[in-house]
């Protein structure tokens, strides 16, 4: 039987539309795990955007998770945003946190989301694209390399409102363990998962392996694509991994 699962989700903890146990609840009978994941951003200077948890209800969120009881494995995570000058702060935060995974993510290039709006795009020559892919790039091997991260989330979100570019760094290659199957670019006009399947290609190569998550940050999105991305997997003899306590296990 194959293993279901889920590990990028957002409730009303962050930026999604439902609870944590309106979540689980949906959850149940579709999938064998489910880590809920809400985002978690802290700049440089120490502030946060808006729709991140706050720092100080972490804890309540948490025993929120913990709280759950049902069938479906219910796992403690958080997607962190990464940016040049935040390590410390992240690292020591997270050092004080019982969880379960942590996806490490970039949506800010030079301190600008890219992934907001399509008016970000709007106008943009090609070769400006290709230079906000490099940088977003650059912050990508960055924070796969700070050792903060369990699993790199959206691998070429750049593309998300249909922008896309040939530059791929391969030395990226070298620094990527764990890397998710993001299935929420099919929603989007991308209209193919996180990363491509020519990249996921690559990295089930070089011995990559990976999670698979559809960023719901709905209830009607727990299970978006997930059929899409085992078959890329069945495709590209990529191995599915689970985790524990930020370690990674086979299944």
Not at 56 to 75: A, H
Not at 108 to 114: A, L
Not at 150 to 164: A, E, M, N, T, Y
Request: hydrophobic share 40%.
């Amino acid at each position: 039987m194959n293993f279901r699962m889920n590990y990028h989700v957002h409730t009303l903890w962050s930026d999604g539309d439902n609870t944590v146990m309106e979540v689980v609840m949906a959850a149940e009978g579709a999938l064998d795990e489910i880590a809920i994941t809400d985002h978690l951003v802290i700049k440089p200077d120490g502030s946060q955007e808006p729709y991140s948890i706050p720092i100080g209800r972490i804890g309540q969120y948490l025993r929120e998770i913990e709280s759950m009881e049902t069938e479906v494995k219910v796992l403690k995570g958080l997607e962190v945003d990464y940016f040049p000058g935040s390590e410390r702060r992240i690292e020591g935060l997270l050092k004080e946190l019982d969880l379960d995974i942590v996806i490490g993510s970039v949506h800010f290039v030079d301190m600008v989301p890219i992934d907001k709006s399509d008016e970000f795009w709007a106008g943009k020559s090609q070769r400006e694209v290709d230079e906000i892919y490099r940088r977003y790039y650059e912050l990508v091997e960055m924070a796969s390399s700070s050792g903060l991260f369990d699993v790199i989330g959206h691998l070429d979100l750049p593309k998300k409102f249909g922008r896309k570019s040939s530059i791929f760094p391969e030395n990226l290659l070298e620094s990527l363990e764990f890397v998710e199957i993001n299935t929420s670019g099919l929603r989007y006009p991308a209209n193919e998962v996180y990363p491509s399947e020519s990249i996921c290609r690559e990295l089930a190569q070089n011995k990559v392996k990976f999670t698979v998550g559809t960023d719901a940050h709905s209830v009607h999105h727990i299970t978006f694509g997930l059929d899409k991305a085992e078959k890329l997997l069945k495709d590209i003899s990529g191995e599915k991994i689970i985790f524990r306590n930020r370690n990674a296990l086979p299944i």
